[in-house]
């Protein structure tokens, strides 16, 4: 028998966003009556500063999580344990502070549970 670590691949999503400014930005659209588990999530920075992104597990909610990006670099984190959204039918969002010059390129793993 075959044993996979979280989800079968019909629940499991993908997200990439890109974020150019200080404007929150959807990551994951909610999928109605369904929690949205964030696994994996990696950001890379293009620009000479470091920044910090901030993680919501619904649009304009609290902070649940927040990556700090060097400059030229890339960071990120592979939940050990999937991180629970709290509520069902909620956009994952991300956002960043309005640095000129500087687009933040991010990509995440989520799986599906009802």
């Known amino acids: ?13 993908t ?18 009556g369904a929690y949205l588990d964030l696994v994996y999530i990696m950001g890379a920075n293009n620009s000479d500063a470091a920044v910090q992104v901030d993680i919501r597990p619904v649009t304009a909610g609290g902070v649940v999580m927040t990556l ?3 400059a030229q670099s890339t960071a990120g984190i592979a939940c050990p344990v999937p991180l629970p959204q709290t509520d069902t039918g909620n956009n994952w969002t991300v956002d960043m502070p309005d640095i000129s010059g500087t687009t933040i390129y ?3 793993l989520f799986s599906q549970e009802i």
């Open 15 to 32: 997200a990439y966003v890109s974020l150019a400014n200080g404007t929150e930005a959807t990551l994951l659209a909610a999928v109605a």
């Open 1 to 13: 028998a075959l044993v996979k670590p979280l989800q079968v691949r019909d629940l499991i999503k």
């Open 106 to 108: 991010l990509t995440a």
């Open 68 to 70: 700090y990006i060097p």
